[in-house]
């Protein structure tokens, strides 16, 4: 009883892919979260895989990929026009960076 540790915890950075060391944790953060816009317009459509790969010009297995987070070989450009075959509407916002920020930084948001 007398040899027990205290686990250690690190606060996140909000990037889960910074913390885990990824290369260019911002686009890969980015991607993933396109994806997850991927997966979710595919549910709300009820679609199969095979259905959603038709009206994104893919194949079933790269949108396997896609939903289960798989990115690698796609552009953010090109996932942002999956979403919008998907009938999902990507705006992309410009403002100044917080004064409170470091520096600037990109970030995916959803309204559902």
């Not at 009883?1 to 889960?16: L, R």
């Not at 997850?36 to 079933?60: F, H, P, W």
């Not at 705006?91 to 990109?106: C, G, H, N, V």
């Amino acid at each position: 009883m007398g040899n027990t540790k205290t686990p250690s915890a690190t606060i996140s950075s909000g990037n889960t892919f910074k913390d885990l060391g990824i290369p260019n944790p911002e686009l890969a953060k980015i991607k993933s979260d396109i994806a997850l816009a991927v997966y979710r317009a595919i549910q709300e459509k009820g679609l199969t895989q095979k259905a959603a790969a038709s009206i994104m010009g893919v194949d079933q297995a790269k949108v396997s990929a896609i939903v289960r987070g798989i990115t690698k070989g796609y552009t953010v450009e090109r996932l942002m026009l999956f979403l919008n075959r998907l009938d999902v509407d990507v705006d992309i916002r410009l403002k100044p960076k917080a004064k409170r920020s470091k520096e600037a930084r990109t970030r995916v948001t959803s309204t559902s």
